[in-house]
């Protein structure tokens, strides 16, 4: 089974702190994606990766920077915590091989800042 | 990608088999359906997805009409621990973001 482990189920921060969300998977996954979720919301992309090293903009990332120095790992940074960025953050990873396989989410980190 | 459409709730008795209907009427001929459910504060968990032919795993059964309109998510015993909202999606490829609909919420009634 696949295994996507975010590093927290539950952060709380203050303003103007750097936060970074952690995010691994040990499937090999080439592909590995940000999310965050709000009430009314839906989910809206941050930024995306499709190798190490590379990263793709969402639709959504003011604010926020990524990291993908391993395969394996895709961290989600904050560079200036505000209050608008309290949200249930969500990491996925997906097969770049065989394009029609679905994405796997991990546990999501739910994050206050205050 | 093809938009979906799910009713705003259903109910289901503990034990008996959840039908879960989606509508997608403009599916395009390279685009798969994908379920995915998400229950409450957790993080979506895929359930199963096909392309023509219905599907089975250990989860849910899904079954697609010959035309591609529409698709049925079969839970076929299901429990309390099921439910859930429950989003049917329409892509061409796993690599897409995502992009969750309304879903259905599914309550299992004991």
């Known amino acids: 089974d696949v295994k996507v482990t975010q590093s927290s189920r539950y952060l709380v921060k203050r303003t103007g702190e750097k936060v970074f969300l952690e995010c691994v998977q040990d499937?090999?996954?080439?592909?590995m994606f940000w999310y965050r979720q709000d009430p009314g919301l839906g989910l809206r992309l941050i930024y995306f990766?499709?190798?190490?090293?590379?990263?793709e903009k969402g639709d959504i990332p003011e604010g926020y920077s990524v990291s993908r120095e391993k395969k394996e790992r895709f961290s989600l940074i904050l560079e200036s915590a505000s209050t608008n960025q309290t949200s249930m953050y969500l990491c996925?990873?997906?097969?770049?091989?065989?394009?029609?396989?679905?994405?796997?989410f991990g546990d999501g980190t739910r994050l206050s800042i205050l | 990608d093809a938009k979906t459409t799910q009713p705003p709730s259903m109910d289901c008795a503990e034990g008996r088999a959840a039908n879960l209907p989606c509508n997608h009427s403009t599916i395009s001929g390279n685009e798969y359906v994908y379920w995915y459910r998400q229950i409450h504060s957790q993080g979506p968990q895929y359930i199963i997805h096909g392309l023509k032919n219905n599907e089975t795993n250990e989860m849910a059964s899904l079954i697609i009409t010959e035309d591609r309109k529409s698709s049925t998510l079969i839970l076929p015993h299901a429990t309390l621990r099921d439910t859930a909202v429950y989003y049917c999606i329409v892509m061409s490829s796993g690599n897409t973001p995502l992009v969750f609909g309304k879903g259905t919420r599914l309550s299992v009634i004991a």
């Open positions: 996925a990873s997906s097969s770049g091989e065989r394009n029609y396989q679905p994405q796997h």
């Open positions: 990766s499709y190798d190490v090293k590379m990263k």
């Open positions: 499937m090999d996954h080439e592909n």
